[in-house]
Structure formats: C-alpha cells, structure tokens
C-alpha cells in the first residue's frame, strides 16, 4: 500500500489571484511617489530632489536598512540615497533624489538585512549586562573581516574597517573602547558606502517625468495685448486697438519687473455673432471688440490672429523682442469657437447640436456663454485631436513655449492625456499649465496625465490655517501629481479679500504668491490695485474681457505695488529655496494672523552646492498691525540640539535690508501700511 501525501496546511491559506504580486523577502510597501500603481509617472524636474518614501520592516529583532536609487533615462544608476525612518513606530523611510536632465528617470527601493547594525544592536545589551562579552567582540571580528572584504584595496574605509578588526582582537582593550572604535562616524560612514547586505530585497522601478526648470519655477505677466496702446478719440466716440508691435513695445517695463514669462490671452480672430458688450451684456455696441475667447471668424481660427492686432510676421517681431529681454511666451489655448469658427463651416458634427437642430452654446449655469460654442469631442475625435495638434504645432514653429490652457476639465481627460504625451515626446520644452478651476479629482487628474503646471485654490486661502494646510498639501501630498501657480487675481478672479483690502491686500497677497509657489501670475493692473468688482460677481467691473483698457502705469509708483513686484522677483532669482516646492515647513506662532513659514533647499539642488534657507513671515490682516512670537525649529537649519538655546541664527531682510540674531522663539511686530513682512535670507550652518 502506497503512502498517502498530504499538502502542508500552509499552502491552504486562502487560494492565489492570477496576478499575485510576491512580497520581497524584507516587505517594502506603500511606496511614493507612485501614480496609478505605478502607470502613470510622478513630477519631476531637473535639480529638483523629491521624496521617495516606503514602509519596510522584517520579523523579528535582527536590524535592516534600506536605500533608494535613481535610475537615469539611459538605464544607468546615477544616485542612491541611504533612507531614514521618518515616522518611528509606522516604520516609514523616507530619502531624498535629485534628477539632473530632462527625461524619463525611474527610481527603486532596495533594503537588506544589516548584520554589523544587528551586532551592534545586541552587544550595547551584552556588554551592559556583562553578558557574552568574548563571544560578541569574537562575532564583529568575522562581521568586520567580510565587510573589509567587499572595500577597494587601499581605500579609507578599508583602513576604517581594518582598524575596528585590529581593536576587537586586543584581550586587554577595554569593551567600551572596542564599541566606540566599532561605531564612530568613520565606521559608519565607511559602512554605508560599502555596506555589508543580507537578504537583499528591491522594489518594482517607478517611473519619473523629468522637465526643465521652467515647468516648476516662473514668474508669469498677463496682458491683453489689444489694450497695450490702444487709443480712445473722444471726438468720434471711437477706439483704436493696441498691435502686437504696441504690446512689443510694452515688454521692457515687465522685463524690468523681473517678469520671464510673458502670458498673452487669445489674439486670435474673434467672432461677431452674438458678441458680448461691455461687462458681458448680450447685446454689443458698435465698435466693442468681444471677448477674445469668442474664437474664430471670416479672417481665420485657432491658427490666425486677430487682424486689428497684426499678422504673423508682428508676432514672430513679439516673440523675439520677448526672447531678448529674457522673457518666454506663453499663449493661452482655448478649445471653443465663435458661432463664425471655420470649423463650424468645415465640421459641424465637432459640435453639440440640440433637438431642434441648433447648435448649443457654452453654460456653466448661472454663467451662459452665448457667443462660444464648445466643442463636442465624441464625435470626430480623431480628428479634433489631429486638427489641435496641427494648431499647437503651428505656434510652437512660431516660438512659444508655454501654453496655458483655458478650462481644461470641460473636455475629456483621455484627450488631454494623448495630446499632451505626443508634445512631451516632440518638444519636451514645451509647458501647459491648466486653469482648471474645479473639483480636486479633476484637477489633480489633469496634473497626473500630464499638464505640467495647474491653477489651484490659492485664491480663496485667507485665513492663516487655510494657508498652512494648503502650503503643506502642494508641497507634500499633491507634489506628484500638480505643480501649483499661484496666482493673487486674474481677468476671471477678484476675491472679497482682494476687493475689501486696498494696497495693502495687494502687497500681501503677492508676497505669499511670490514665496508660496515656485511659479506666480500677476494680472496686468495689479500694480494699479485694480479691486473695483461687477455687483455680484468675483471679477473686476469693466472687464478686459470685454472692451479695451488703456492703463497709466506711472500712476503705480505712488502705492509701491510695481516696486513690490520687481523686488520679489529679485529675491526670488537669488534664493534656490524660494525656487522648489517640496521644502516647505510651518512654523507655529502665536497670531492668528502671523504666518510663518521656512524653505530650504537641499546642497544637490544649488548651482555652487550649498544649502540655501529663507524664512518668511507675513502680516495677513491688510488692515491692522500684528505682533507674535514664533516658535522655531533651529535644527532645520544645522544648528546642533544641544546648541539650540545657545546659538543665535543671523538673518538679513531681502525686505529692508536689516540684519536680526534670531533665537528660537523670536518676537515680530509687522504693519501692512508699513513693513507688512520680512523675508529673510538664514545663513545655514553645516
């Protein structure tokens, strides 16, 4: 009679998925930043360091450590970064890389057994209990001879190594002396750049889209180029639209600002049927020449521009006039079309058609939009892919390297996330920033397919918590999917706070863009604190949108805003830490209207290879003084726990030119009709 055989109980646990994803030998999970289990890939930008976190552990007592590497586009492994528990307890490592060329990086956590840590961590027992004490110093010399193994020949940490080895095997060298030699920094060192690995465990790679620097950092001027130059006659009631070449000539102004991206809303033909009058009535008067986002008419669409503003020629002059100040364009890219678009002509089935054969118009109730039709993209969507990526071709041959792309989230992801992967293949310079102005999935899935820059609800954060909450969320929560713009207004956006709060509003709340965010907007008019709203509505009465403004900008230099705006732009050339967005880190303090904040970035991240780290502190109330103290953590900027109490952190105002010693709990007292905050350079101790 045969033996019978009977399967292990083990392997009845419960019965294996198709797909079954095998635990490394040391679990490592939750791994960060990972996009759609890992399908989609994370933000990253050239000499940006990014986080990568994951949770590891082992059974038992014996001790692990654990690395994460950065993988370059060729495959090759150009950086490992020893991880470090950042949430004791959860087990959460965290380590930091940093990209250096634009690509498709990728990055792995690998962990291993660490043997000599697991001697360590038993002997310092033993020895304190008198316990073993010959057989531990007997088990480092075999862990210390494998690991001088594995070390170069002739190199310091070889020496490092052999020196442990040559002090454990001394019967009359005191155990105390033999742990220390066994543990010094020296040691330690030598032991994390050739660490002796058991068991070693690795993840999956994790892809990682590379940009350039402007995709995270810019500062960004809006203008309506029909209205720089353009002409009221009082005598005819007429007006003269401003060119392309008049706009050209307005650039050395902003240049002077510090501004690098020149933002141009549409300047394309715009439509006549149901055009909008003066503050959005319905019915237009003469000579009113529309929203410029009515797109499209007998002279042309996307592909055209508007005949009162020039020909192509004048805006290939723009550009290049931008270029040589130091300034990039971007072009703001709307996808609807007046009721006159020769799409309308060409493809009516691109179109929403209603029961009675009509076209529909654009809504977004209240809101009606009657002289723009959107486009229906299930119909032909092929060919509306293939028609706007001829339309983004065609600017791009004409020099402009950012768009910003009007209400993204009212056409389908899937399209976004084609078009935009085609131009990140062919021009990988080239930037889209999305106004998406809408629920949190939507906007942070438009970030995650691929827009690289995303207008946000800084707008609407006032109050001190709000802002702190939200400073942290695009900082650390949100990094992976959006880039965030702040911006204080726009042509579609003035805030009560911004309509109630007069100069010092504006002061404020360009400070916390300019220091918040690595790229900020201003509206053109903002140096003029343009805060006059349409009744009932949250934008500026009289809206450019709508009709033509001629702007004094003289007049700005009585309220200091134009100087305000060109000294944060200074400040923020010369401060890395004011450059990246993942640095951020609160700093409690003691008003409610007091906020305080620290950036610092990581040596890897600078040009020269230092750490460089900028404390801001702003006044929020645009009305009344406020004092506080501030809480500091002086160990983020190097100085030694044991030192804190003792040395003073010297700190000089980007703002006035000031310098402070600054301890740990240090008073402000700010004044929004007068020093409203400081910005302050921190000289980092290492």
């Known amino acids: 009679m045969g033996t019978s055989q009977k399967t292990p109980a083990s392997e009845h646990w419960f019965p294996q998925p198709a797909s079954f994803a095998e635990v490394s030998r040391i679990p490592i999970v939750d791994i960060s930043p990972c996009l759609q289990g890992g399908a989609w890939p994370a933000k990253g930008t050239v000499a940006e360091s990014f986080p990568v976190q994951a949770t ?11 690395e994460c590497v950065l993988v370059n586009p060729d495959g090759k492994e150009v950086q490992r970064c020893r991880m470090v528990d950042v949430a004791p307890g959860l087990r959460r490592y965290e380590g930091w890389l940093t990209p250096t060329t634009i690509g498709t990086w990728s990055f792995y956590v690998r962990a291993w057994s660490d043997p000599i840590a697991t001697w360590e961590h038993n002997a310092r027992i033993k020895i304190d209990a008198g316990t073993d004490i010959a057989l531990v110093f007997l088990e480092a010399e075999q862990l210390f001879k494998r690991a001088m193994k594995q070390m170069p020949a002739g190199s310091a940490e070889r020496a490092a190594v052999r020196e442990v080895v040559a002090t454990v095997t001394k019967k009359r060298t005191p155990s105390a002396k033999k742990l220390e030699v066994a543990t010094s920094k020296k040691v330690r060192d030598a032991l994390w750049k050739y660490p002796l690995q058991e068991l070693v465990s690795r993840s999956a790679n994790f892809p990682v889209n590379v940009d350039r620097e402007r995709a995270l950092v810019g500062s960004w001027y809006e203008i309506f180029p029909r209205s720089i130059g353009a002409k009221y006659d009082a005598a005819t009631d007429t007006w003269t639209s401003g060119t392309l070449r008049t706009a050209a000539a307005g650039l050395p102004r902003i240049a002077e600002m510090g501004f690098d991206v020149i933002y141009l809303t549409p300047l394309h033909p715009i439509g006549v049927t149901n055009r909008k009058g003066r503050n959005n009535t319905l019915v237009a008067e003469p000579g ?6 009515a ?62 054969g009509t076209i529909a118009y654009a809504e977004n109730p209240p809101k009606k939009y009657q002289d723009i039709y959107p486009l229906n993209f299930d119909n032909d969507p092929e060919g509306i892919y293939q028609e706007i990526k001829r339309v983004i071709q065609h600017w791009i041959d004409h020099g402009v390297t950012l768009f910003r792309v009007d209400n993204p989230h ?26 998406a102005f809408t629920a949190p999935p939507m906007l942070q899935t438009l970030g995650a397919v691929g827009f690289h820059q995303s207008y946000n609800y800084f707008a609407w954060r ?56 690595p790229t900020w907007g201003i509206y053109t008019g903002y140096e003029l604190v343009e805060n006059v709203a349409r009744p ?27 100087q305000l705006l060109g000294k944060l732009n200074d400040i923020r050339s010369r401060h890395v830490a004011l450059q990246r967005l993942r640095n951020v880190r609160i700093n409690p303090t003691t008003d409610e209207k007091i906020l305080c904040f620290t950036k610092i970035s990581r040596p890897e991240e600078s040009p020269d ?25 002086l160990t ?41 905050a400081h910005i302050l350079a921190v000289k980092v101790h290492n």
């Not at 499209?296 to 503003?309: Q, R, T, V, Y």
């Not at 900082?475 to 999917?481: L, W």
């Not at 290879?609 to 900028?614: E, N, Q």
């Open 609 to 633: 290879g230092t750490a460089d780290a900028v404390i801001v502190v702003l006044n929020l109330d645009p009305y009344t003084s406020r004092e506080a103290q501030i809480e500091l953590d």
């Open 410 to 435: 009212t056409k389908p992801v899937q399209f976004w996330q084609r078009i935009l992967a085609h131009f990140r293949q062919k021009h990988p310079e080239v930037i889209f920033l999305a106004e």
């Open 536 to 562: 009932g509505f949250e934008e500026q009465i009289d809206n450019e949108k709508y009709q033509f403004k001629v702007r004094d900008f003289k007049a700005a230099e009585a309220n200091g805003i134009a």
């Open 56 to 66: 590891i552990f082992r059974e038992g007592h014996d001790q692990y450590a654990a």
């Open 462 to 517: 006032n109050e001190k918590h709000e802002i702190e909450s939200y400073l942290q969320e695009v900082s650390r929560e949100s990094d992976a999917r959006i880039r965030p713009a702040f911006w204080p207004t726009t042509h579609d956006i003035l805030t009560p706070y911004m309509q109630r709060g007069g100069i010092p509003a504006f002061a404020i709340r360009a400070i916390l863009a300019a220091t918040g965010s």
């Open 295 to 356: 797109i499209g008419s007998p002279a042309g669409g996307h592909d055209a521009i508007h005949p009162e503003l020039g020909t192509m020629a004048d805006f290939d002059y723009f550009v290049a006039r931008a270029q040589e100040l130091g300034m990039e364009v971007a072009l703001d890219l709307a996808l609807q079309c007046s009721p006159d678009h020769p799409w309308l002509r060409e493809h009516p089935e691109w179109f929403n058609h209603r029961a009675d």
């Open 288 to 293: 009113d020449p529309g929203s410029p986002y």
């Open 636 to 676: 983020q900027f190097g100085v030694a726990p044991a030192a804190v109490g003792q040395t003073m952190l010297e700190v000089y105002d980007e703002m006035t030119g000031a310098t402070y010693q600054w301890s740990d709990r240090p008073f402000v007292r700010l004044d929004p009709h007068g020093q409203v």
